[in-house]
């Protein structure tokens, strides 16, 4: 039996009331939305990415709060799902397993680290902890990661106009990650608009050449690469995934599921399914993170 894994997914664009109202998801329960979502499209891993500089005073994203995200659906949400759902939220400090009749989800924490590095942010993908410190340089990141072994790995590595590091500097660090993120699924317009100059200056990074060029770069330098949704709405969870045989990974606690994840996919044993997400979801949640951020009402809740 296969085990389907997004080990890149954001959820709705923020968790704060104002996004929720932004999206359409104002007073229902994340978790259930996911959960289900989950359910649908047949994943057994859906990794919730954090990605936030509100911070503590180490640099961690703050608990108890809605960039925490994985925390934030515990604390908010789990009370209130209907009593067709079990939950196991013993299983780990960095995991909730959903159960609704004979499907099941492992929702694990993720984190998109915000690196800094001679006054320019760049992005770094991290599976299985949201507590990785923001700010630290690309080195000093990747060498936190390994020292705590953690699975992480160069995130849309191609898209520097959207913090990706850029080969010149992945070529630095790449032997100490894991993988490569190659097909980001939101990277869905067509390779021809890159070609094209009026579209092309907005457009043109977003193309599937991006993806390419990715790929490419982790042929060459011996990594495998993920297939990641990178859904900013749940609707999105899954449309691109990685597939590992149910063998491979030990479900018998956090740590061993951690481990056997990193594994699995440090030496490959995996496939991966690389969807695109539709134009009319790709245009749904840019305009709405476009119009929510127009006068910043955004920061004042």
Request: glycine share 8%.
């Amino acid at each position: 039996m296969a085990i389907k894994a997004d080990l890149h997914m954001h959820g709705p664009i923020g968790f704060e009331p104002y996004w929720l109202r932004v999206q359409g998801y104002e007073g229902k329960n994340l978790l259930q939305l996911i959960a289900d979502r989950c359910f649908k499209a047949k994943l057994g891993i859906c990794a919730i990415t954090s990605e936030s500089d509100q911070t503590d005073d180490d640099n961690v994203i703050l608990r108890n709060s809605p960039n925490d995200r994985l925390g934030f659906l515990v604390e908010n949400y789990l009370d209130s799902l209907p009593r067709e759902y079990e939950v196991d939220d013993k299983f780990g400090t960095n995991s909730l397993v959903v159960a609704k009749g004979n499907k099941a989800v492992h929702l694990i924490n993720g984190q998109t680290v915000i690196v800094r590095e001679l006054g320019k942010r760049y992005d770094h993908l991290v599976i299985g902890s949201n507590s990785v410190p923001n700010s630290m340089n690309i080195a000093d990141t990747v060498q936190y990661c390994n020292d705590h072994g953690l699975l992480h790995g160069l995130e849309h590595p191609a898209l520097q106009s959207h913090f990706g590091l850029g080969f010149y500097k992945a070529m630095q660090v790449v032997d100490q990650c894991d993988f490569v993120e190659g097909h980001n699924a939101q990277l869905r317009w067509l390779r021809a608009f890159s070609k094209l100059p009026k579209v092309g200056k907005k457009i043109a990074p977003y193309t599937r050449t991006s993806n390419d060029l990715a790929k490419e770069f982790a042929r060459k330098n011996k990594k495998h690469y993920l297939a990641n949704s990178d859904a900013h709405r749940i609707e999105s969870a899954g449309i691109a995934s990685n597939e590992f045989n149910e063998g491979e990974l030990d479900f018998s606690s956090e740590s061993r599921l951690f481990k056997t994840l990193r594994s699995s996919i440090i030496e490959g044993n995996f496939t991966t399914n690389e969807g695109y997400e539709s134009i009319c979801g790709w245009i749904n949640w840019v305009w709405k993170f476009q119009r929510g951020i127009r006068g910043e009402q955004y920061k004042q809740e």
